[in-house]
């Protein structure tokens, strides 16, 4: 259709002389490809055209045409573009000649180039940037890039469209020139939190056929503003730390959040709080909001923090959120022992539960880590109670013994129920006072003593002991000898105790003759209050001495008249002429006796049996032997040393009794004995003057003494121990009345009389001292009575007439001056 339109309009040219032929074809035709029939149009035949050798001619332009002479058409030579050869210039056409020769002639030809929708809208930059805050209002314009299509009319650039179009919208404006000014215009707010980069395609198309289009991508980067406040994750942190946390410890991280970037989002933390002292306490690290201990809490102190903490943004933005740190208790506190009364010392009768000390425990710690348990050390008769909350006391749970144990110390350990637990000690020493609750002892349930006989009055003889388990006063033991008789005498005049020491002292001499044993009790008492006692009984067992000589019994030595034994001259070998028979009030050894044959007028006639002092014939009696026959017989005893005893038998060797009588009658008067009495009278005289002399001193020496004595003991609370004299006989020197034998002693019946028997010439007797009877005892042989009168005073005057012989009367003074001296007697 076209192309019979075409031809039409050719054929309207076709009438001028020059001839005029117009073409009208698209673009972009292929090489050869037909453009029109000029033989036809212009009237030619393709001979007239070779023989005039037809050209096209162009002037200087390209020829995009030729002529095909043999076929009389045009055809297209060369690429015809029309943006090439027009541009924007509608429309567009190619000028040319078609020229002849013979005859000249021309033709002009037109060939329209009609476009086509080749070129498709393009854009010169590939990409549009735009950098937009976020804050940008809406209505706000943005240009962009325009496009270009090379192609005219309906194949130009026809429209714009941008998508997405969720923030902005495009908006065009014609220009003068007939273009657009495309421009894009916010219509919603940006959020750079949201999307921080819009990428957008702004399309631009054509109208031809096929609709071409280009696109240009436009990317918005969205610029932040500070519009978003910092936020806290949450708003309250909670954290828990140990009260014994070391400085440094990390409590909890706070974060916010700042949607902004930049110094918009970048935040700083900070502790508000001001007036307590968290921020000594705490700190936070102001880049990462992680909050530190830096102090040292006490959950005794304060359990609970509350931070204030803010955030900021460099804009100024700012938000708050609360830390709360609870302190957890630790048990770091040991339990504190304060001691509120406490006793020193407590008396050993307390009742158990009595309380010797109050205590008051505190422990700063709570709950379990505060709650105190306080027990005592073992084997301590105390126990621990608690009272009332942490108040403990310390009481007595037994009887208290000061005589096993008189100090305690106790422990008390305090533990709190931590784990681990805390404990604290303290020590109490308690003394523990004595009470009198001990008697004394002594040492054995009894005591048993010996001392031998002609003690030395004033003899310790022996010590009892009493121990007294309590202390002091109360232990301090006094000896005190209880009353009691021996022999009907009060047991003081034979011993006393020392009340200190417990010494028992013999106060006078014993005779073992006299008695051989006693016993009385000592008391043992202590010094407490009431004072508690206890006693023994203490025997005392004299010894025997050998102190006394065999006594002869028979034959009776009688002064003046001669006994005889008569023997017959008829008498065997072995006759029993007598038996001498003697014994010793010693005891044992001392005692055991046995006869010699001392002297005698025919020692070969008798012998005297050893044992049994029996006297017989050892031959026969012949008509030589004279009739008289003295025989001195020696008793001795066993003892050590030994003592003895003579006897002189007379034996009359005769059939009838006047041959015995006619030979004793002259018997002759010892004239051995006469000769020794003169010079024991002489020596005798000298020793009683001596002894009177001495006598008088020691006397007077005494009285003072004793005067002095009684002053001291005036003065002194001391019991008082009898005070006894050394023994006279042995300041005399004599030494005899410690061994009194063979001399005659004097007696007093009646005091008041006072006259002196003296006993025979053979008797023995015995003289006793006996200080506690202030009186002498005498004890006689045989018959003869024991005179005994302890209050009067021995008067036996020293006259040689009331004596027989002069040797014994001063025997007898002896005897009494040595008495009167044990007795202190000052009256002579
Ligand atoms: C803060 O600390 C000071 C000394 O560091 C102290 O004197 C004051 O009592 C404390 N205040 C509080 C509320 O703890
Ligand atoms: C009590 O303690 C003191 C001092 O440590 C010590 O001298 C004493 O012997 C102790 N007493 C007892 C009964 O353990
Ligand atoms: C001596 O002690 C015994 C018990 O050992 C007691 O029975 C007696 O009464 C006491 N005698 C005196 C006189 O205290």
């Not at 519009?227 to 440094?248: C, L, M, Q, W």
């Amino acid at each position: 259709m076209r192309w019979q339109v075409l031809l039409f309009i050719l054929v309207l040219h076709f009438g001028s002389v020059t001839g005029q032929v117009s073409y009208s074809i698209p673009e972009e035709m292929p090489k050869g490809s037909f453009v029109g029939d000029v033989t036809q149009d212009l009237g030619l035949d393709v001979k007239r055209l070779n023989s005039g050798k037809a050209r096209i001619y162009t002037g200087d332009g390209a020829e995009y045409i030729e002529l095909n002479k043999e076929r009389g058409v045009l055809l297209v030579k060369d690429r015809i573009d029309r943006e090439v050869i027009c541009a924007q210039t509608a429309p567009c056409a190619l000028h040319f000649q078609v020229i002849l020769e013979n005859p000249m002639e021309f033709y002009s030809i037109t060939v329209e180039v009609t476009d086509i929708n080749d070129n498709a809208p393009i854009f010169k930059r590939g990409e549009m940037k735009f950098r937009i805050s976020e804050s940008a209002i809406p209505g706000a314009v943005f240009l962009l890039q325009q496009a270009t299509d090379l192609d005219v009319g309906v194949n130009g650039l026809q429209n714009y469209f941008l998508k997405p179009t969720d923030n902005f919208i495009l908006r065009l404006q014609n220009q003068a020139d007939g273009s657009k000014m495309v421009e894009m215009v916010l219509q919603k707010p940006l959020d750079r939190e949201n999307e921080d980069h819009l990428s957008l395609i702004l399309t631009a198309v054509d109208a031809g056929e096929p609709r071409l289009s280009g696109t240009v991508q436009v990317h918005v980067n969205v610029l932040d503003s500070n519009d978003n406040a910092p936020v806290f994750t949450h708003k309250t942190y909670k954290s828990t730390i140990r009260e014994d946390s070391p400085s440094g410890t990390q409590v909890v991280t706070v974060s916010a959040h700042d949607s902004d970037e930049g110094s918009n989002g970048e935040v700083s933390y900070a502790i508000l709080n001001l007036l307590d002292n968290v921020s000594d306490l705490f700190e936070i690290i102001r880049e990462t909001g992680e909050v530190r201990l830096i102090g040292n809490v006490d959950y005794e102190k304060r359990r609970l923090y509350e931070l204030d903490v803010q955030v900021s943004d460099q804009g100024g933005l700012s938000d708050a959120c609360k830390v709360i740190v609870d302190v957890t208790d630790v048990n770091d506190n040991p339990p504190s022992i304060n001691i509120m009364s406490n006793a020193n010392a407590v008396s050993e009768s307390v009742k158990p539960g009595t309380v010797v000390t109050m205590l008051n425990i505190q422990d700063a710690d709570s709950n379990d880590n505060g709650k105190v348990i306080c027990v005592l050390n073992e084997n301590v008769p105390f126990t621990i109670k608690s009272t009332t909350n942490n108040f403990f006391t310390v009481m007595t749970d037994s009887e208290l013994d000061r005589e096993r144990s008189s100090e305690y110390n106790i422990t008390v350990t305090c533990s709190d129920e931590g784990v681990p637990s805390l404990s604290s000690s303290v020590t109490l020493t308690l003394q523990i006072s004595d009470v009198n609750d001990n008697a004394p002892v002594f040492e054995r349930s009894s005591y048993e003593a010996y001392i031998v006989e002609n003690n030395t009055p004033g003899l310790s003889i022996f010590t009892v002991k009493a121990r007294d388990a309590d202390w002091n006063q109360n232990a301090r033991v006094s000896y005190i000898l209880e009353d009691s008789s021996v022999n009907g005498v009060p047991v003081s005049s034979y011993v006393s105790v020392s009340a200190d020491s417990g010494v028992i002292h013999a106060v006078r001499s014993f005779d073992y003759e006299q008695i051989k044993d006693f016993h009385f009790r000592v008391k043992a008492q202590d010094g407490g209050s009431p004072p508690l006692s206890s006693n023994v009984t203490v025997k005392i067992l004299i010894q025997d001495q050998n102190d006394n000589p065999p006594q002869v019994l028979y034959p009776v030595q009688t002064g003046g008249s001669v006994v005889a034994e008569m023997v017959p001259r008829s008498a065997d070998v072995g006759y029993l002429v007598t038996k001498v028979v003697a014994v010793d009030v010693d005891s044992g050894q001392n005692a055991w006796l046995s006869y010699k044959l001392q002297k005698a007028t025919d020692r070969a006639l008798f012998e005297v049996g050893l044992q049994n002092g029996e006297i017989r014939t050892i031959r026969q009696v012949t008509d030589k032997d004279t009739v008289k026959q003295r025989l001195t017989v020696i008793v001795e005893d066993n003892g050590q040393p030994s003592r003895s005893a003579t006897v002189i038998v007379n034996v009359a060797v005769a059939d009838s009794f006047p041959e015995v009588l006619s030979e004793f009658t002259d018997f002759p008067h010892d004239k051995e004995y006469n000769d020794n009495l003169t010079f024991y009278l002489v020596l005798a005289l000298a020793v009683v003057s001596f002894l009177f002399i001495t006598c008088l001193v020691v006397i007077i020496s005494v009285k003072i003494y004793r005067w002095r004595q009684s002053r001291i003991l005036y003065h002194s609370n001391l019991p008082v121990i009898p005070y006894y004299p050394p023994r006279y006989s042995d300041t005399l020197g004599t030494g005899t009345l410690q061994h009194v034998y063979n001399y005659e002693v004097c007696r007093t019946t009646d005091s008041r009389k006072s006259d002196c028997k003296f006993g025979g010439a053979g008797s023995q007797n015995v003289l006793i001292m006996d200080p506690s009877s202030t009186g002498t005892m005498q004890r006689v042989q045989g018959e003869k009575s024991i005179l005994d009168e302890p209050d009067s005073p021995l008067e036996c005057p020293p006259s040689p007439a009331a004596s027989l012989s002069p040797y014994r009367s001063l025997m007898s003074m002896t005897t009494l001056l040595s008495l009167r001296g044990a007795h202190m007697r000052p009256t002579l």
